[in-house]
């Protein structure tokens, strides 16, 4: 079965710098890999989504990349914000049943220190 | 747009009781609904899937006539912990796509459920 791995420590980094999150699975290349925010006591709020032929999408300071090579994802924050800080989820795609279903990793929190 | 409801945000009953949770999506229509549950410091599980006026699908280990899922209309979904168990305080999270194909699930703000 899939198993994701995200970083459980904590991320602490100071304003303005960038902050890069890890995404590792082991099994198979998911066709398309999402990473999502959850502030506490939220429920997950979709940030970007990126497909197993692309390497590389941007949305305003956010970056994602995909290495299908490595089974690997690494989310990017450039210029960190204070109100960045929050936990951040990668989730894969598999089909079970007819339907698209997500599996997602336990989140790496990030902490931006003003 | 695509935003997704829970109903309550909180509840706390007393073992043995059943809970009623309730998810809309408010400004879509949702062919296909997801309930997951989270414990602290934990990932999503996905508990069940289902789709518009059909049974739901429940992952292994989850036990359907202990969560009972009612997809009534493409607006709504409701969840209900029967005969609930300090074990089962967690935090509830649905979602919503539009097709069994979307991709991107829109989620709501999760229920917490504490069972005294």
């Known amino acids: 079965s899939q198993k994701i791995e995200q970083n459980s420590e904590a991320l602490n980094i100071q304003e303005g710098k960038t902050a890069t999150l890890t995404c590792n699975y082991t099994?198979?290349?998911?066709?398309?890999l999402q990473w999502y925010r959850q502030d506490p006591g939220r429920g997950p709020v979709f940030l970007l989504l990126?497909?197993?032929?692309?390497k590389e999408k941007r949305k305003e300071r956010l970056k994602v990349t995909f290495d299908t090579t490595l089974k690997q994802s690494l989310f990017h924050i450039t210029a960190s914000q204070p109100a960045d800080s929050a936990t951040y989820l990668c989730?894969?795609?598999?089909?079970?049943?007819?339907?698209?279903?997500?599996?997602f990793g336990a989140g790496t929190r990030l902490a931006v220190h003003p | 747009g695509a935003v997704v409801s829970q109903h309550p945000s909180w509840v706390i009953c007393k073992s043995g009781t059943s809970v009623k949770i309730e998810c809309r999506s408010l400004?879509?229509?949702?062919?296909?609904m997801f309930w997951y549950r989270q414990f602290p410091k934990q990932s999503l599980m996905l508990m069940a899937t289902?789709?518009?006026?059909?049974?739901?699908?429940?992952e292994q280990g989850v036990e359907k006539d202990k969560f009972l899922i009612n997809h009534a209309s493409l607006t709504l979904s409701t969840l209900t912990v029967t005969s609930a168990h300090p074990e089962d305080s967690s935090f509830y999270i649905c979602?919503?796509?539009?097709?069994?194909?979307?991709?991107?699930?829109?989620f709501g703000p999760g229920t917490r459920l504490l069972v005294l």
């Open positions: 979602s919503a796509s539009e097709s069994v194909y979307q991709e991107t699930q829109y």
């Open positions: 099994n198979y290349s998911p066709a398309y």
């Open positions: 990126i497909r197993e032929n692309e």
């Open positions: 989730a894969l795609d598999y089909i079970s049943g007819g339907y698209n279903k997500l599996i």
């Open positions: 400004d879509f229509q949702a062919t296909t």
């Open positions: 289902s789709n518009e006026g059909s049974k739901a699908t429940y």
